[in-house]
């Protein structure tokens, strides 16, 4: 019988409010480290979408559902991969946690979130740039006034990336912050491809 240390499954949450280049980071780290990627905006159900796209910040009660569909994604590709990238805002401490469930319910699956931090000002103008997504600019303030910053001493998880730089330079900072995580598990049996 394996133990629970016999192998390590990582899930990437990238994470940050709308417009802080979560698709953009999450794709590059995707095909730099060949891991299946998962647009968490995807398992939005049709009426969280139509909410945001009207400018009607979303409740707790419209995200858990969501949360939980997207933990049980990421879980569901970690089936063919020893780890997984994945965008999600998960804004708040408790939503957090809803994906943190991933780990008690899979002891193998190490929980890393990716933190874009960004400042208002700049959302508004990345947001307000962007065609064709359904959060528009409107909501920016409802994410900023939502978001619960993660505090380093009790979510030892959480990586934080600055994002005001250039894209190129937060894609390359977020590859290297990944990276040192990766090395902490160096040694340790890895799940097979």
Known sequence: MQSDNDHI???WIITGPAGCGKTTVAQHL????????????DFHPAANKQKMASGIPLTDADRWDWLITVRNEA???????????????????KYRDVIRVA???????QIHFVYLKVDESTLQKRVASRVGHYMKEGM?????????????????DVLPVDVREDKESVKKHALEVVQQKLKEYDGLPRHPN
Request: glycine residues 4%.
């Open 140 to 156: 920016v303030h409802s994410q900023m006034a939502a978001l619960e910053e993660p505090e380093e001493d009790l979510e030892w």
């Open 103 to 109: 780990n008690y319910e899979h002891p193998s699956v």
């Open 30 to 41: 995707a095909s730099e480290l060949s891991l299946p990627y998962v647009e968490g905006d």
């Open 75 to 93: 879980i569901k590709r970690l089936q063919h991969s020893n780890g997984v990238i994945v965008t999600c805002s998960a804004l708040k401490h």
């Open 9 to 11: 499954e990582h899930i």
